[in-house]
């Protein structure tokens, strides 16, 4: 046990340092208070990393494998059509992993030097939070240190769920992590769940020569997604040689012969099974307070596992906050980071509000699927009147001289204020195209107001401004089905 009587104070600790953590401490600090943050992470050769999941083996390193793996897609099967010859294309996946690896590494040490800049005191070790937001500290060697924070800041992030059917053994049967570092292409790739997660790591491996087979318990495709989309990245997932099979529940897996094998009940309920070299489970992450939380601290948790806070990220513990993967909400690292600026702000005393209804979604699979605010499937479960405008890429000019014609925008917008309600996009760069929705209904904007604004010719963006005059069918690049307003 430590002594707490002489322990070293600060204003705020935060727990943890991933995209909620890093950005609560550096915007704490900027705020002049006396911040700490505790990280117990380390990185593949056992060194203390910074960053979380999303630096190290979440969005970052699953984004250069995804940009590394469409140039090859590009270059072996897509350049010809603009008379590009590109015989005899190879992919070193060695030095596609140390590519990624050294991106990780540029960003996560860039972290260590913001905290520097910024004053932001970094401690190594594992957390632990006491009574009287006394916060324990046990370091690499087993050393206990115990702090005193006025404001303590838990972003302790999520973990991978595990399902005891397939339980992984990080050779033949991985999680995310794992199959971020496959140093060969494996010829057929099982994944257990077509979500965001599975499906991008899907793409990056399929595009380099997998056959990937993903087994979705659900029956409907991607089901959180406005449907009209869910069902055009079906077809064009399809078309890719993506094997995405719905209804398929996993039962068992066994390893034989340095292969995988993955039993599963179909769609129809018949017994099947398939073998594969690498098996990825990719069914949804938790959220993580191992060892966290002393029972005396004040903190409680909900019913799903996640620490409970209320819109304002206050738990149930005065001066004790929770942002990011750890709290209710979609696990996405721009909500976590905005979660740690509010709260960082609010204990600066000013009144930062989180707006949760506009925080856009992105699946970073080629063609892109990105959404922000309501799906049609939910106005029309409110009974809200609505109005759809769509516009497809395949009649935009600079998707076509792009080659990249798949997918559409589609607007929605209430009925009679003409607000805009909803945007969910399928196509190339679908992940900034949505952010000029997401702007754009930050300020309250109509479909008329988006209609009204000039894009420059020719972009991408400009199936935006078609889907949004299509609302009120004067769009002008497509046929108008219905009557003008
Ligand atoms: P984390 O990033 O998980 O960080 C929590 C940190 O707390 C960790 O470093 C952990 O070591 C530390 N910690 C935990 N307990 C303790 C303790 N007791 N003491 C000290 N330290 C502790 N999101 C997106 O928005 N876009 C994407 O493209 C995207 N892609 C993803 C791809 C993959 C493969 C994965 C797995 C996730 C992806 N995500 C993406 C999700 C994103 O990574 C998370 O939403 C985000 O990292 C959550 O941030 P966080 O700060 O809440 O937690
Ligand atoms: P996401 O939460 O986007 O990462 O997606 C995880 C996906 O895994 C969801 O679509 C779940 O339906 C799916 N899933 C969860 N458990 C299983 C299972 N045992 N077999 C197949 N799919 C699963």
Redesign the pocket.
Known sequence: MSDNTTAEQFDVIV????????VAAIRCAQLDMKVAC????KDRDGKNTL????L????I???SLLDSSYKYHEAAEQLSIHGIETKGVKIDVKKMIERKDGIVKQLTSGIGQLFKANGVTHIE????LLAQKVVE?TNNDGAVTSYQAENVII??????IDIPVAQIDNKYIVD??GA?EFSTVPKRLGIIGAG??GL??GSVWSRLGSEVVLLEAQDRFLAMMDQQISKDALKIFNKQGLDIRLGCRVTGSEVKNKKVEVQFQDGDGNEQSETFDKLIVCVG?KA?T???LAPDCGVNIDERGCIYVNDLCMTDAPGIYA????VRGP??????SEEGVMVAERIAGQQTVLNYDIIPN?I?THPEIASVGQTEEQIKADGEPYNVGMFPFVASGRALAANDTDGLVKIIAHGETDRILGCHIIGPSAADLVQQVAIAMEFGSSAEDLGMIVFGHPTLSEAVHEAALSVHNHAIHKANRRKRK
Do not use: F, Q, W
């Open positions: 727990i943890g340092s991933g995209p909620a953590g890093y505790i990280e117990k992470m960053g979380g999941t999303c190290n083996v979440g969005c390193p699953s984004k070790g594992t957390a632990k500290v972003a302790t992030g999520s973990t991978s995310s992590t971020l965001v997660i991008e790591l992450r993580y191992e060892n966290l942002v990011g993967d750890v696990m996405l690292a721009h909500k976590g992105v970073y």
